[in-house]
């Protein structure tokens, strides 16, 4: 069975531009949430998509946005990007029902952003 | 709100040797979930257990135990027989809203670094 992809796996942009990163779920799985990793803050949850709908949003700025489409692979969008979007940024995967407490990592996605 | 604290922020085993690494948690609710991750230097945050907060028994995965002391608040992780390869980050992380929604909102710790030596 495949483990989740996350696309691409580096790349680096500048102030103002924006950024789209793709994340593949296991296969079977209906839920996708979304993590930024940095030095100073740690991981932080961004927000989750089940069945094509946001679930849950933490607590950031409007500019970070998502979607997810009818085959459950996501997309996050950051706009107008500043230099402290510098992150790893982790996709999980679950089934999104049930008690398991299966839920599975990308490999991410490292923003450099200048 | 929830809070995971993890006191070590590096620590030093022998390979072959039994390692505990400590994870406390603050929250006032009765339902949750508490993984382990360990995070190699690519990145990537590999499961390593999971314990559900009504799970009566102590988790295990092969050479991976949690010890959970619910009054304590507490889920420490226990690696048996350490390996080299077992040197990378180790972060504690709780869920919410509870595991049932099948909805996983993690808090996470800030990380415990472990350095196997031969």
């Known amino acids: 069975k495949a483990g989740v992809t996350q696309t691409p796996r580096y790349l680096i942009k500048t102030r103002g531009q924006q950024v789209t990163l793709s994340c593949s779920p296991i296969s079977g799985h209906r839920s996708v949430s979304w993590y930024q990793q940095t030095p100073g803050q740690g991981l932080q949850f961004l927000f989750e998509?089940?069945?094509?709908?946001?679930?849950n949003k933490g607590n950031f700025p409007g500019r970070f946005s998502g979607r997810q489409f009818s085959n459950s692979r996501s997309e996050m969008n950051v706009s107008t990007l500043e230099l402290g979007d510098s992150a790893l940024y982790l996709c999980?995967?679950?089934?999104?029902?049930?008690?398991?407490?299966?839920?599975?990592f990308g490999e991410g996605s490292r923003l450099t952003v200048l | 709100a929830q809070k995971i604290t993890q006191t070590q922020p590096g620590m030093f085993v022998q390979e072959k040797e039994a390692v505990t690494l400590d994870c406390t948690y603050d929250t006032s609710d009765q339902s949750y979930g508490l993984f382990w991750y360990k995070q190699p230097s690519s990145g990537e945050m590999i499961f390593l257990i999971y314990q559900g907060s009504y799970d009566e028994q102590n988790a295990t995965e092969g050479r991976y135990s949690l010890n959970f002391q619910k009054a304590r608040k507490s889920a420490n992780l226990v690696i048996s027989a350490s390996q080299l390869g077992d040197s990378a980050m180790y972060f504690c992380a709780m869920t919410y809203p509870p595991p049932g929604a099948g909805s996983y909102q993690l808090t996470f710790g800030k990380g415990t670094k472990l350095s196997v030596i031969p």
């Open positions: 998509y089940f069945s094509e709908t946001q679930r």
């Open positions: 999980a995967s679950s089934e999104g029902t049930g008690t398991t407490g299966e839920l599975f």
